[in-house]
């Protein structure tokens, strides 16, 4: 690639405004801290820092009609599955959640190889009335994939095998344990991509992003996984295998099952396998990072990036001033821009005539420089700086998490309104008597992010300690806020444990009706992630 290929006018090229060094790291480094998380806190298992969610939610009662686990329930798990397969020993990585906000006391955690050890165990869970929850990755923002009492762990993560790839038609199925990155690397070697990207890609499972209907960064461009996943094959609550692995991309035979497993969360079955129809990967990829002055610019950049970009546009990320000291704070990384704009973008296009893409950009971004709407900017000359400009925007979570914890809102609001939500957010708290972003404050900051292409803001509350009253300051507060601009109270992240007492703001008496009658027919004692969902 050449050194310099863009250089608009007063936008500096990345090379420049940024001293590389060879100890990038690959985005897959992001979530890499959860894991870390996890074995600091394996290790220090017999004094975890992270509080029971019984304890920190004591309104929630366990469920008297689950049975409890007993020594004829092991020797039946031990009868068919490997010894490493029935963990009893080392649970406590599966019973935190990625925000250490939640903790469950399972005692079982249960690794099966196939859909027929799944089936096996949903049987006799079934008839045991044994409650169970499906684990992925454990990157769940909303305490869905982490136990509540002691629910049995099903981990899919033995279960990642690629069961077949058609590179004509670009069709993959896999094993629900397969991790996001890997299975796009496989792609890749294949010249496809994975129609789905997020900061977790490290550790999350293709089956629980399809479980989640996750979004991610490049929704904008690959639409929805209610899209592109052709179908998929679960396990239900009485160990019913339910094979709807198809591969069409057109079929009008009867109700599509397999669109009610997407977002399901755990609570209508165990997925076990997906098919997914994966698109070309784009031969010539651009990214440009750059800072404005205030959020309608913001929007005047986008609605001119789907114009001016058209077809190559691929992903259109937004983040606030406070978001980017915040990275900057934790961050190793070499910051793309300084943070002394009020907001920043960034800007990718996917194509395959470099020329083409290139002049593309270059002319959309000196554009919106001569019409005074960005400050200032950097395009990255090479698949080095893409990925380190990439791993600036997706290591905010983690940062945010850093100093303890984060109260996070992931919402669908219409774009105008988008932003209020975080400047009306930090003026509840300050009225409420909190101070922000102080040495001794407990809240550090009020920031807002996401992918402004897709409508979703994350509005993420970071704090030193988990606190109950700020957490009632906020909530039902940020939801009703949702309800009156009739948003959505989750654009992606599901509902989990998090948003389950808060449904009704987003969703019509009517439709949760159908959502309960849905839930018994799949499951009738309710032994599929429970105290969640609905
Ligand atoms: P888990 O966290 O293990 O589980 C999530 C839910 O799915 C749980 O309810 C669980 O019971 C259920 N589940 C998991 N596997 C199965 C299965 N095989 N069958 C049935 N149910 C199952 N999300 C986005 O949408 N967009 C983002 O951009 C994004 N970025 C993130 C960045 C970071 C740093 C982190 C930590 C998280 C991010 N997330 C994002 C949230 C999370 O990564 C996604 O929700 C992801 O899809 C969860 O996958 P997982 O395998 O980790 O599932
Ligand atoms: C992202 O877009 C993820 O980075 C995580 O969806 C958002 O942590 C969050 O609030
Ligand atoms: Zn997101």
Known sequence: MSAVRFIPRRFTTVSRSLRF???????????????????????????????LTAEMYPEIQRDSRFAKLEEEDLAYFRSFLPDHAVVTDDTVGFNIDSMRKYRGQSRLVLKPRSTED?????????????????????????????????EIVISLSAMNTIRSFDDVSGIIVVDAGCILES????????????PLDLGAKGSCHIGGNVATNAGGLRLLRYGSLHGSVLGIEAVTADGTVVNGLGKLRKDNTGYDVKQLFIGSEGTL??????????????????????GLDSYEKVQQAFVR??????EILSAFEFMDKQSQVQVAKYSERQKPLDEQHNFYVLVE?????????????????????????????????DETQIKSIWTWREGIPESLGRAGGVYKYDVSIPLDELYQLV?????LLIKAGYEIGTESSNIVDVVGYGHLGDGNLHLNVAIKNYDKKIEHTLEPWVYEW???????????HGIGFAKKNYLGYSKDPSMIKVMKEIKQLFDPNGILNPYKYI
């Open 118 to 150: 799944v089936s096996k165990i949903m049987k006799h869970c079934g008839e045991r009335k044994l409650a169970v929850v499906p684990q992925g990755g454990n990157t769940s923002l909303v305490g869905g994939s982490v136990p509540v009492f002691d």
């Open 482 to 492: 949702i309800q009156k601009r009739q948003g959505s109270i989750s654009a992606e």
């Open 305 to 310: 990036a789907k114009s001016e970009l058209g």
């Open 423 to 427: 400047d009306d957010t930090r003026e």
């Open 183 to 194: 299975t796009d690397n496989f792609l890749a070697e294949h010249g496809y991509i994975f």
């Open 349 to 381: 296009t996917s194509g395959s005539d470099a020329a083409h893409d290139g002049e593309k950009l270059q002319n959309y971004l000196e554009r919106l420089m001569e019409s005074d709407l960005i400050e200032d900017g950097v395009v990255a000359q």
């Open 21 to 51: 060094t060879s100890s990038l790291r690959g985005r897959a480094g992001v979530i890499r801290s959860y894991a870390a998380a996890a074995a600091a806190e394996k290790k220090n298992a017999s004094t975890p820092t992270v509080k």
């Open 269 to 290: 079955g165990v997925i076990t396998g997906v098919s997914v129809l994966c698109p070309k990967r784009s031969s010539v990829v651009n990214v440009a990072f750059f």
